[in-house]
């Protein structure tokens, strides 16, 4: 990599065979190609050996990133791929396994795409997009077998901004959610699928969660497909995790959620849950019902439910509700305790 930076040359070509790291690899104005995953395997020998972006224009192609962790350890080892891609970034066509995470991508990142990649086996999130990266997508990736999320964006400090998980895979988390957008303006995921979440796990959660910073824009979840999703929640909130759950814990929700064309099958507890969770420490005095509003819910086919088609938990807000169907929910289509939250239901609506 020195090499081809101090000779101008365009980029390193690594050829069939197991090439070990011991340390990390900078990643900046450089063209990375393997001879696809199954052929070039880059083995990371200690905990911490990864590849750090610190720029723009990075394009990785076509190669597999193994490292040898065996544990969870959230201070010595790092990512397989972390740090700020700037602009112009592309990775394409890469297997992760046994990392702590993926991708931990940083502020800076803007218009990063990671496309056609697997993710096994890591103790961690699979992808996280973290605190301000912007119109950057990942899109036909498949994840299994992460140890947090599988797939993230999650604002920390800054909001993330236009980022989409698309024609994504997330199967078998065994902590946290297939899917889950924390906070930030005009995120998406679009065209994807959850299966078979754990614990302290919904296919899609919608949250304030961590950081004391609002939704914006349309937050958008449509076309996406959820089976056998959802999962207790009980060290964090003391309830279960609805297969797609919007939850406030530090503020209201007032950024429009738009749910459209979602499929939610055989969900564990509730298939769509709308709640408040906590009250902040720093909250005084206490407030008990941040509102979740507006929320709309357009084309959405619920089946097999675990406890109720649709539950509301100590919150106010408004949804329009638009072809919404419930079929076979164990304790029936609806849970909205006095009437506190309000549903507009427009047409198509049924079973609840």
């Not at 905990?47 to 972006?53: C, L, P, S, T």
């Not at 993710?119 to 699979?126: E, F, I, P, S, T």
């Not at 999962?231 to 814990?249: D, I, R, S, Y």
Request: charged letters at 15%; a neutral charge.
């Amino acid at each position: 990599m020195s090499n081809a930076k101090s000779t101008g040359k365009a980029g390193v070509w690594i050829p069939s065979g197991v090439f070990r790291i011991n340390g990390l690899v900078g990643l900046e104005n450089i063209h990375l190609r393997g001879a696809g995953p199954w052929h070039t395997r880059i083995q990371a020998t200690n905990i911490g050996d990864h590849f750090r972006g610190a720029g723009s224009n990075v394009k990785v192609f076509d190669l597999a990133y193994f490292g040898e962790i065996v544990e969870r350890q959230d201070g010595p080892d790092r990512a397989a791929f972390e740090g700020n891609f700037g602009t112009g970034s592309l990775i394409q066509n890469v297997w992760i396994e046994h990392a702590k995470v993926a991708y931990w991508i940083k502020p800076g990142t803007d218009g990063l795409y990671i496309v056609n990649g697997r993710v096994r086996n890591v103790y961690a999130d699979g992808i996280n997009l973290h605190a301000g990266i912007k119109n950057s997508m990942v899109s036909h990736v498949h994840a299994r077998n992460t140890g947090d999320n599988s797939f993230a964006m999650w604002s920390d400090g800054s909001i993330n901004e236009n980022c989409t998980f698309r024609h994504d895979t997330a199967q078998m988390p065994n902590l946290a959610n297939t899917f889950a957008i924390y906070n930030g303006r005009d995120n998406k995921i679009l065209d994807s699928v959850g299966l078979d979440t754990h614990y302290a796990s919904s296919g899609v959660l919608i949250t304030d969660w961590f950081a004391d910073l609002p939704f914006l824009g349309t937050t958008e979840i449509k076309r996406v497909t959820l089976t056998r999703t959802g999962g207790e929640q009980k060290v964090n909130f003391a309830m279960n995790a609805g297969a797609l759950w919007l939850h406030a814990t530090r503020r209201e929700i007032s950024g429009h959620i738009l749910v459209d064309g979602v499929e939610i099958n055989d969900s564990t507890f509730s298939a769509i849950k709308i709640s408040f969770g906590r009250t902040p420490p720093e909250a005084n005095p206490p407030v008990y019902n941040y509102p979740i509003s507006p929320v709309t819910l357009s084309n959405v086919t619920i089946k097999g439910a675990g406890a109720y088609g649709v539950e509301t938990f100590n919150v106010p807000g408004t949804a329009t509700c638009t072809n919404v169907t419930v079929t076979g929910a164990a304790l029936g289509g609806l849970l909205n305790p006095n009437n506190r939250y309000t549903f507009n239901k427009v047409s198509g609506n049924s079973g609840w």
